[in-house]
């Protein structure tokens, strides 16, 4: 099993550009979260799936949508990035709400 | 106040020692509880969730304590290994959506 992954592992991007994140999980896991760590900062919501088809927004979804069209996938869109969106991306998953959440390795990602 | 609030430290003990951290959290109606490590630009990985009844995992030993509203993590016979942050995630239930909450982190660093 591959668990959760995350590609790109690094993006430098420039003000204004668009990009997507993309995340995938092999463990049939229903549930997807999205969230962005920044520097001495907990990990933050940004977006979360409880199923495919089914999308809400989480603590900071400004300036980020995201789908989720199959089980596996759940790819974060940023548009007209911006130096604030400068941060560590996790992709996690989980099987049920208020178990355990598996991360992938994370996206490091520069907005300059 | 911080939904859930950690000590940063670094908390700088040697090989051998005992440490223990605390999380404390403020919603009282908390669900579930867990201790991640995370590992300095890698993801978080699970370390142990906690039980009301406290739980033990080798050298690891999580505590629950609902009346003052606190998680524990007591770490005996430290190794160079377990130099790493520690996350405290809380689950919680607000409007009918369950949230997790993460600690922004305890920094530890076992020395030779």
């Known amino acids: 099993n591959a668990g959760v992954t995350q590609t790109p592992k690094f993006r430098i991007l420039k003000i204004g550009q668009s990009m997507t994140l993309q995340c995938a999980q092999d463990?049939?896991?229903?549930?997807m979260y999205w969230y962005r760590q920044d520097p001495g900062m907990g990990l933050k919501l940004i977006y979360y799936?409880?199923?495919?088809?089914?999308?809400d927004k989480g603590e900071v979804p400004n300036g980020y949508n995201v789908s989720r069209s199959t089980t596996e996938d759940f790819p974060l869109r940023l548009e007209l990035a911006a130096p604030s969106q400068t941060s560590v991306y996790f992709c996690a998953s989980s099987g049920a709400y208020q178990e355990t959440q598996y991360f992938g390795p994370g996206t490091r990602l520069l907005v300059l | 106040r911080k939904e859930v609030e950690q000590d940063p430290g670094p908390f700088n003990v040697p090989e051998g020692a005992t440490v223990a951290f605390n999380c404390t959290y403020s919603?009282?109606?908390?669900?579930?509880f867990f201790w991640y490590r995370q590992d300095c630009r890698k993801e978080p990985k699970l370390l142990m969730s906690?039980?009301?009844s406290g739980n033990e995992d080798g050298r690891f030993t999580a505590q629950l304590n609902r009346a003052s509203q606190y998680i524990s993590l007591l770490i005996r016979d430290s190794k160079l290994s377990d130099s790493a942050t520690y996350l405290c995630v809380v689950t919680v239930y607000p409007s009918g959506t369950y949230k997790y909450i993460f600690g922004t982190g305890t920094r530890l660093k076992v020395l030779a």
């Open positions: 906690v039980y009301s």
């Open positions: 919603n009282s109606a908390s669900q579930s």
């Open positions: 799936s409880v199923g495919a088809g089914i999308t």
């Open positions: 463990m049939n896991h229903n549930y």
